[in-house]
């Protein structure tokens, strides 16, 4: 049985992730670039990455059976593209150049061949243009995201002449790569993901360039307040500067709205391009070595995040509005595109619509006249649907937390309650003080109902728990249950009377197994060990275990980690051999 094949046409930072992602997938790949040294260059960066997708076990073949499906074609896009039944093209954001590509690909490749652009911003419709007219219907846009071994997403795009078998094959082969699609109705210009970026890093760059906010504030809030694994700077950098211009550009001259920011338009004509430069907003130890630089986590209170992201909302508002794509495929392509945790209508929800409208009414005022705001979210506010707190905004809610604590109170009071104090919400636990009582209440989100006690102590240490990132568990001071997770009210007898403990750190592996994590509910996707570990303290813990499945033995000792990366909001808990 002979390897279905497909060719890659660009082997720079994108061709080079696109054909690994084929060749793990088992086809065979025709890579092809201009020069010889940038496919030598390619297949070594390939190489490396097999290397750390094998390290974390998500590799069943040897790193070498894989790169031996890897054809390299010298300035030989013809060559490339014979006998195969996909080709990919990510060359340089030029138009004429991605054109002369079509052209030549469309004159060898076999008739029932299709013909998909990895471009970020150009209209698939003019590229479809290129190719002869019976070809045009198998012309789609396949818009995989930086780095595409990583990021889960690829955007599919229909052009004027695309038909629904081509959407449905690149679906599939999308499918076949372990990616989740996401089809954008409408060839607009930067699709979905790359419009509602660029509207945050126009923003970001207007906070700095108004002496606002310096990007290290920016940062920081984007990511421990927000939780984005990257602040916007920090990804300018991570994806090429020059790229983002080109990607800017390109969408302006298509008649997407706003000026262009001098802080980082500076930057491309300083050619600080970032990690690539070995400079950009933060500096690097060389060109092309990525390190995390250090963004202090206290400046995350220095800038409203609302300001920050109300224009990235107002754009995703746009996108419902015009049909581009559905509402949960809009918040799907951010999360899964980006890495956000929460889509940007579920942001807007939580911020509050109202919040939002009025964020984007003082940037029209400064003479922002893009950001004004969308009638759609002028039609929520209208209606009273403001999100979360109302329970009901761009999503229903079946009740806003702060509406369920509040109702219980009055009920129990006999009277209205005015506000409530909101003590903490970053943990994912909200905790509001009534300001009556000095009552602790929360919602316990494993059992989905309110909790509420006037024992302020306990809660308290409870939360400061959380704030530790250490693994709690109770102990009812009457029956002496233990109880993991932890219970206000000792299940059993019924007693508020339980005393806070801190698990052990140390326990050892019952047993174990992989399982496959499925992007649409969990923003990391892809296979994961997950084991019961038994504790000292006496009860079992289910958790990840950070380790090459083969490695782990029943009994082995393994110890606790407290992952807190990418901020309070997502503390992970796992085990590591000890
Ligand atoms: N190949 C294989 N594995 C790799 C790898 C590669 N090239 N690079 C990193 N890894 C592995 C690491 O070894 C690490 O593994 P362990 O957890 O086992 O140690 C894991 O991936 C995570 O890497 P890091 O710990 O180094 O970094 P991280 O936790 O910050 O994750 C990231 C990296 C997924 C890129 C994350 O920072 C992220 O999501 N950033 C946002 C990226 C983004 O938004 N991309 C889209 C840009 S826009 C775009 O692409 C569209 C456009 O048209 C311009
Ligand atoms: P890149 O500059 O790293 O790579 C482009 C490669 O195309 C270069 O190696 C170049 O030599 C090659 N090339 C140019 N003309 C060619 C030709 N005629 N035949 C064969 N190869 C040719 O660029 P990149 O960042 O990989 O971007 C490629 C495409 O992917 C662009 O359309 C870009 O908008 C899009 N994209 C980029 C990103 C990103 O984050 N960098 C993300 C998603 C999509």
Request: charged share 25%.
């Given at each position: 049985?002979?390897m279905p094949r497909v060719a890659v046409i660009g082997a720079g930072t994108m061709g080079h992730g696109i054909a690994e992602l084929f060749a793990i997938a088992g086809y065979e790949v025709h890579l092809t670039d201009i020069l010889q040294e940038i496919l030598d260059k390619a297949l070594k960066s390939i190489e490396e990455s097999l290397k750390k997708v094998k390290e974390r076990g998500l590799l069943k073949e040897d790193v070498s059976a894989v790169l031996s499906r890897i054809k390299p074609f010298v300035n030989d896009v013809c060559g490339a593209v014979g006998g195969v039944e996909l080709v990919v093209e990510a060359v340089v954001e030029d138009i004429e150049v991605k054109k002369r590509v079509f052209a030549e690909a469309d004159r060898c490749a076999p008739p029932e061949a299709v013909l998909a652009t990895n471009t970020s911003s150009l209209p698939i419709t003019e590229i479809a243009e290129a190719v002869r007219p019976d070809r045009r219907p198998k012309v789609v846009g396949m818009h995989f995201f930086n780095p595409p071994v990583l990021m889960p997403l690829v955007e599919i795009v229909k052009g004027k002449y695309t038909n629904d078998e081509t959407v449905k094959k690149v ?408």
């Amino acid at each position: 049985m002979t390897m279905p094949r497909v060719a890659v046409i660009g082997a720079g930072t994108m061709g080079h992730g696109i054909a690994e992602l084929f060749a793990i997938a088992g086809y065979e790949v025709h890579l092809t670039d201009i020069l010889q040294e940038i496919l030598d260059k390619a297949l070594k960066s390939i190489e490396e990455s097999l290397k750390k997708v094998k390290e974390r076990g998500l590799l069943k073949e040897d790193v070498s059976a894989v790169l031996s499906r890897i054809k390299p074609f010298v300035n030989d896009v013809c060559g490339a593209v014979g006998g195969v039944e996909l080709v990919v093209e990510a060359v340089v954001e030029d138009i004429e150049v991605k054109k002369r590509v079509f052209a030549e690909a469309d004159r060898c490749a076999p008739p029932e061949a299709v013909l998909a652009t990895n471009t970020s911003s150009l209209p698939i419709t003019e590229i479809a243009e290129a190719v002869r007219p019976d070809r045009r219907p198998k012309v789609v846009g396949m818009h995989f995201f930086n780095p595409p071994v990583l990021m889960p997403l690829v955007e599919i795009v229909k052009g004027k002449y695309t038909n629904d078998e081509t959407v449905k094959k690149v679906v599939d082969y999308t499918k076949k790569l372990g990616k989740e699609p996401v089809v954008v109705n409408k060839d607009v210009p930067g699709f979905i993901v790359n419009r509602i970026l660029a509207r945050l890093n126009d923003s970001a760059c207007w906070l700095v360039a108004r002496g606002l906010a310096t990007p290290e504030t920016v940062d920081a809030v984007a990511m421990y307040k927000v939780g984005l694994p990257m602040g916007v700077f920090l990804l300018l950098d991570f994806v090429g500067i020059d790229v983002a211009c080109f990607v800017a550009e390109a969408m302006r001259k298509r008649g997407f709205g706003g000026g262009s920011c001098p802080v980082i338009a500076e930057k491309c004509q300083q050619k600080k391009y970032g990690v690539k430069a070995g400079e950009g907003f933060y500096k690097y130890p060389a060109p092309g070595k990525f390190t995390r630089p250090n963004i202090p986590k206290e400046l995350s209170d220095k800038l409203d995040p609302v300001a920050l992201f109300a224009p990235a909302v107002n754009e995703a508002a746009y996108l419902l509005r015009d049909g581009v794509a559905t509402r949960e495929d809009i918040d799907k392509a951010v999360k899964l595109g980006l890495n956000w945790p929460k889509g940007p209508l579920e942001l807007a929800d939580e911020m509050g619509i109202d919040t939002v409208v009025k964020a984007l009414e003082e940037w029209t005022s400064m003479g922002f006249k893009e950001l004004a705001p969308d009638p759609l979210l002028l039609q929520l506010a209208k209606e009273g649907k403001l999100g979360r707190k109302t329970g009901e905004g761009f999503y229903k809610y079946a009740k806003s937390v702060v509406i369920a604590v509040t109702e219980t109170l009055e009920k129990l009071y006999g009277e209205p309650i005015k506000q409530l104090e909101s003590l903490i919400t970053a943990t994912g636990v909200p905790v509001y003080r009534d300001p009556r009582s000095g009552a602790l209440l929360w919602v316990d989100v494993r059992e989905m109902r309110l909790r509420f006690t006037l024992s302020v102590n306990k809660l308290e240490k409870f939360v400061e728990g959380l704030q530790r990132g250490r693994l709690m568990y109770t102990q009812c001071r009457r029956c002496g249950a233990k109880y993991f997770p932890p219970q206000v009210d000792c299940p059993r007898c019924k007693t508020s009377d339980v005393e806070w403990r801190e698990t052990s750190t140390e326990g050892e592996l019952i047993t174990w197994t992989v399982i496959n994590v499925k992007p649409a509910s969990f923003s990391h996707h892809g296979d994961y060990v997950v084991g019961i570990v038994k504790m000292p303290d006496g009860f079992n813990v289910t958790a990840w275990i950070d380790a090459d499945p083969k490695a782990l033995k029943p009994g082995m000792k393994v110890r606790l980690v407290v992952d807190r990366r990418l901020g309070e909001n997502y503390i992970t808990y796992w085990f590591k051999p000890a």
